[in-house]
């Protein structure tokens, strides 16, 4: 496996694009799944669409208009940044472009949807130039921009993906998920901010949690690798985010026990929230049961069915 960048010189510049439309499908996905705090990602079948066009004018964006107050329009598009990013590193003028975004991933709710917009600049701007970076070398180009890896990965890749930073480049490989349990989302109506849910977080941690982290994490990922959804009620639980961001979060616990309650395998916030995310065998009562608890505490929200995606980012000539 390559995970570094090609020598720039070994990339031929492309001023014409070989491809002049694409489309993107990327998957949502869910980061830490407890205890994988910025190192676990799982792809869900939530997907981001983008259709992109080559023109000869200038810069134009279309969303669906329920999805305009949250989606910049201009330059400072996430899709559009990332696929500048790939145009400079392989040497190619920036074409004039038409993005159609269409995301069906809740966006700030701790679902990807951000590493999703980059996923797709990356991919689509690679496929435009004719394919000259492989997965590794974008991951590494996109995490300048999401800061780490634990939603572009799986965003990329597809499944489960164990990433890190190793002086300051993403290393992902994939984890093995022996039976896939399925999923349900409880989706707030609110917003969570990751900065701010990292701003809550302590400098630093006692030994003893972070001996309880090392240990939960190392089973989450032997537990899935052998389809041991029974262990998943204490591979899931973590000591080095989820107990802070209850301060910004108070009804958290009260919807990891109702998942718990209605049958769940196991639950965590997804990502830096506002989602909370259960594995289960049965999503109906879980999904229930986390929506009454969500009325009782008078969080309104919304549960999701789920599946893990395998395919990670796709791109489809159009
Ligand atoms: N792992 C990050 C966090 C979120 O929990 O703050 C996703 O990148």
Redesign the pocket.
């Known amino acids: 496996m390559n995970y570094a960048m090609p020598h720039p010189e070994a990339i031929l510049p492309s001023v014409v694009p070989p491809l002049h439309k694409a489309t993107a499908r990327v998957p949502g996905s869910s980061?830490?799944l407890g205890p994988g705090?910025?190192c676990l990602g799982l792809a869900l079948d939530l997907y981001l669409r983008v259709e992109c066009q080559v023109t000869g004018g200038k810069l134009a964006i279309e969303v669906p208009d329920a999805q305009r107050a949250e989606i910049a329009l201009n330059a400072e598009n996430l899709v559009y940044r990332a696929m500048r990013l790939v145009f400079e590193a392989v040497h190619a003028s920036v074409p004039g472009l038409h993005l159609s975004i269409d995301s069906g991933i809740p966006l700030s709710r701790g679902l990807g949807s951000s590493a999703a917009a980059i996923a797709a600049g990356l991919v689509l701007a690679n496929a435009l130039a004719g394919d000259p970076l492989d997965r590794h070398a974008l991951l590494n180009l996109g995490i300048g921009l999401e800061g780490?890896p634990?939603?572009l990965a799986p965003a990329l890749f597809g499944g489960l993906q164990v990433s890190s930073l190793v002086d300051g480049r993403a290393l992902t490989l994939p984890a093995e998920i022996k039976h896939p349990p399925r999923i349900v989302l409880f989706v707030p109506d609110f917003v969570m901010s990751?900065a701010e849910?990292?701003r809550v977080l302590p400098e630093r941690v006692s030994r003893a949690d972070a001996v309880f982290n090392t240990g939960r994490a190392a089973l989450l990922i032997a537990a899935l690798a052998a389809g041991d959804l029974a262990a998943l009620r204490w591979a899931m639980e973590d000591r080095l985010?989820q107990p802070y961001r209850g301060a910004i979060f108070p009804a958290l616990p009260r919807l990891i026990e109702a998942a718990l309650h209605g049958g769940a395998a196991g639950a965590a916030l997804s990502?830096?929230g506002s989602t909370v995310l259960a594995f289960c065998e049965r999503p109906e009562p879980v999904a229930a049961a986390m929506a009454s608890a969500a009325e009782s505490l008078g969080l309104p929200g919304r549960s999701i069915e789920a599946r893990i995606d395998f395919d990670g980012a796709r791109v489809v000539p159009s």
Do not use: K, L, P
Request: aromatic share 8%; charged share 25%.
């Open positions: 980061a830490n705090f910025d780490h634990d939603n990751t849910a990292r985010h990502g830096a």
